[in-house]
């Protein structure tokens, strides 16, 4: 039902853009076209949204075990040691732990690098991951540039 109302809206709002284009000095013959076909995408998107929320959207529980898995897993939470290890380090950890198929927390861990910087890496590494933290423009902060390193010869 939700994409008939889609392709509905589709067709609504291109009879709409083309009512618009063929007003003549100021003057539109088209405008209860344009009013007709708005007021109606109006009445079926504000039903299929409600009736989408009820019958589908309501009582969806989010399993957060399996989210905190995958959270814990992805390839990008290794960005949280780029400035702590650098970036060639950090590409490294992600590549390993992809091919080993472990997460970036243990990839760091047996980095075959140098021990320091596997010391580096370890309390980072070892932080519980708080992805909404990283994903949130108000907490990103900027980072001294002198203090980012981004390649390491």
């Given at each position: 039902?939700?994409?008939?109302?889609?392709?509905?809206?589709?067709?609504?709002?291109?009879?709409?853009?083309?009512?618009?284009?063929?007003?003549?000095?100021?003057?539109?013959?088209?405008?209860?076209?344009?009013?007709?076909?708005?007021?109606?995408?109006?009445?079926?998107?504000?039903?299929?949204?409600?009736?989408?929320?009820?019958?589908?959207?309501?009582?969806?529980?989010?399993?957060?075990?399996?989210?905190?898995?995958?959270?814990?897993?992805?390839?990008a939470?290794?960005?949280?040691?780029?400035?702590?290890?650098?970036?060639?380090?950090?590409?490294?950890?992600?590549?390993r732990?992809?091919?080993?198929?472990?997460?970036s927390?243990?990839?760091?861990?047996?980095?075959?690098?140098?021990?320091?910087?596997?010391?580096?890496?370890?309390?980072?590494?070892?932080?519980?991951?708080?992805?909404?933290?990283?994903?949130?423009?108000?907490?990103?902060?900027?980072?001294?540039?002198?203090?980012?390193?981004?390649?390491?010869?």
């Amino acid at each position: 039902m939700l994409l008939q109302v889609a392709a509905q809206v589709i067709g609504n709002d291109t009879a709409i853009t083309i009512g618009g284009m063929q007003g003549n000095f100021q003057l539109n013959v088209r405008v209860p076209l344009i009013a007709r076909y708005l007021l109606g995408l109006m009445h079926i998107l504000s039903a299929v949204t409600t009736l989408f929320a009820e019958q589908c959207v309501a009582g969806i529980v989010a399993n957060t075990d399996r989210l905190s898995w995958l959270a814990d897993n992805t390839p990008a939470s290794a960005t949280a040691l780029t400035p702590v290890v650098g970036y060639d380090i950090a590409g490294e950890i992600v590549r390993r732990a992809e091919s080993d198929e472990v997460s970036s927390r243990n990839a760091a861990r047996e980095s075959p690098r140098r021990r320091t910087d596997r010391q580096r890496a370890e309390p980072t590494a070892n932080r519980p991951r708080q992805p909404d933290r990283m994903t949130d423009d108000r907490s990103t902060r900027q980072l001294d540039p002198g203090r980012a390193v981004l390649f390491r010869r």
